[in-house]
């Protein structure tokens, strides 16, 4: 009874914002009429997920950190250029910084001249304003992250519905082992161009791609030092670079640097390893599930991303 009687509460006290939201989620003018305390209530991914357009009004900004922030003035990278094209494109989320949206150009016609790489196909970057989503991606947030697929583009320009339906190609076999009937060298040299950007800070790759580039890479191998392991992985690689000039409260992180200079010793026998892989402790079967956090508010992001949310 008294059970039912809080959740009946809990309800009423969540009604309104919802109610506001279900109307204005695509609309900042909307958002831009309620109070400030009513707009943090409201769950950031829903907000930030409903955006369709960037701010107008807004100079090009990432604000607040990678995986809690959100973006000003994003710009979009076309769906089309003479080296890449954007998949998924019902997501909507190939926003980003102008820095990146720069980036992943020039990488893209770069890779083309220089690598042997047909072009990039683009996964996500960001939503039009960044910010939480309703789906996929801790990180994404600030507009200075991007997917990029480890399958290089087609001689064709791909259909929409192709966009949506067709998969990357897995360039591993497990979580060891690389399948050389995928990988090539061109894949590595494109690896290391990316990384080897000043504005880059990390790429991710699944741990067995890592210590492929470790074999591979002759010469000067600082920039192995910036190809981090991480789960995932396997079929695209994902780029982030450093808080571009000018966004002044935007976090970056501690500079990615491996004992060695590389990672290719301690770090990736770690990768490679059982330790990241296997669970700590083994669930227990009559254990009740965990109580799911709760969303996450507006009020957890920075409170300039509640100007974001709200400017033309
Ligand atoms: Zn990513």
Known sequence: M???????????????AAAALAQSEEDAAALAAMSDKS???LPAKKVFGGQKLPTRS????????????????????????????????????NWGHPKLVA????????????DGWNGLLVGDLAQPRGGPMLSGHASHQVGLDADVWLTPMPNRTLTRRERE???AKLVVKDRQTMDYKVWTE????????????????RLFVHPPIKAELCKWATGDRAWLGKVRPYYGHNYHFHIRINCPAGSTTCKNQAPARPKDGTGCGEELAYWMGDVPWVPKKKPDPNAKPPKPAPPLTLAALPAECRAVVTAE
Request: glycine letters at 6%; hydrophobic letters at 50%; proline letters at 2%.
């Open 186 to 201: 061109a894949h590595a040299r494109l690896l290391k161009r990316a990384a080897s950007y000043d504005e880059v800070a």
């Open 165 to 167: 339906d067709i998969s």
């Open 39 to 41: 707009l943090s209530k």
């Open 58 to 93: 807004m100079k090009a900004r990432a604000i607040g950190s990678y995986a809690k922030g959100c973006m000003a003035g994003g710009k979009a990278l076309a769906v089309d250029g003479p080296a890449w094209q954007v998949m998924r494109l019902s997501r909507n989320r």
């Open 2 to 16: 008294l059970r039912s009687l809080l959740v009946a509460a809990m309800l009423c006290l969540t009604l309104p």
């Open 103 to 114: 980036l992943v150009e020039r990488l893209a016609i770069e890779a083309k001249e220089k």
